[in-house]
């Protein structure tokens, strides 16, 4: 009985290691044109075994509440107290704010820098009635594209060539309209160590004392 225990005991041990080693693929296309934003996202296995695709409902009056619900959801996460306390302050859930703020920060600063992207795109198609103006802010927008492609390469594993900026003024007619398409690989393990350290952050905020 004990060896057939520890043969499952083997054979679960390298499964899970395997399962650590192996990579998913994750790919996003967000558009925005006129009245339209779409966004969809592929989950893939290592060599495809299987995908998953899902299309996003996006609603252009309620995406900013939404993006501000979702923040402050995150931000208030491991911060119900167990029995009802004085209400606190605005400084006090400042600072509540700012110190959940840096523990999300830093798990997605520990995904990015081990994630890697084979592709990065964005194209931007964009102008306005003046000419000139559409001119004016085509210079202004390739300035900020060169600011962001550097601070990219410096923070993400990038593939060669990438990240890859297209900014093409319109000067004909009115319009804006953004395309940006990213692909990135990570490893099982590494989502797993920063599902554990979200978990153990949360519960560590959960029992600090509360300040008035």
């Known amino acids: 009985m004990s060896w057939i225990f520890f ?3 083997a054979v679960l041990a390298a499964a899970l290691l395997l399962l650590t080693r192996a ?8 558009r925005h044109a006129g009245e339209v934003d779409a966004l969809q996202v592929w989950f893939r296995a290592p060599r495809r075994i299987w995908e998953v695709t899902y299309q996003v409902p996006l609603k252009r009056r309620s995406l900013l509440s939404d993006g501000i619900r979702f923040v402050r959801v995150l931000l208030e996460r491991g911060h119900t107290p167990a029995t009802p306390t004085a209400p606190e302050s605005p400084v006090t859930r400042l600072v509540r704010y700012r110190d ?3 523990v999300y920060a830093g798990i997605v600063d520990y995904l990015s820098h081990r994630a890697y992207f084979p592709l990065l795109e964005t194209r931007v198609r964009f102008g306005v009635d003046d000419a000139a103006v559409t ?8 300035m900020a594209v060169g600011g962001a492609m550097a601070y990219l390469r410096h923070r993400l594993r990038l593939a060669p060539g990438q990240p890859h900026f297209e900014v093409h003024p319109v000067f004909a007619v009115a319009a804006f309209e953004v395309t940006i398409h990213c692909i990135f690989k990570i490893r099982i393990g590494h989502i797993m160590v920063a599902i554990a350290k979200a978990g153990v952050a ?11």
């Open 7 to 9: 043969f499952w005991a």
């Open 23 to 30: 990579f998913v693929e994750v790919e996003g296309r967000y």
């Open 100 to 102: 959940a703020a840096l």
């Open 135 to 142: 001119g004016i802010a085509g210079g202004a927008a390739w």
């Open 202 to 212: 949360a519960t560590k905020m959960q029992k600090a004392p509360r300040r008035s």
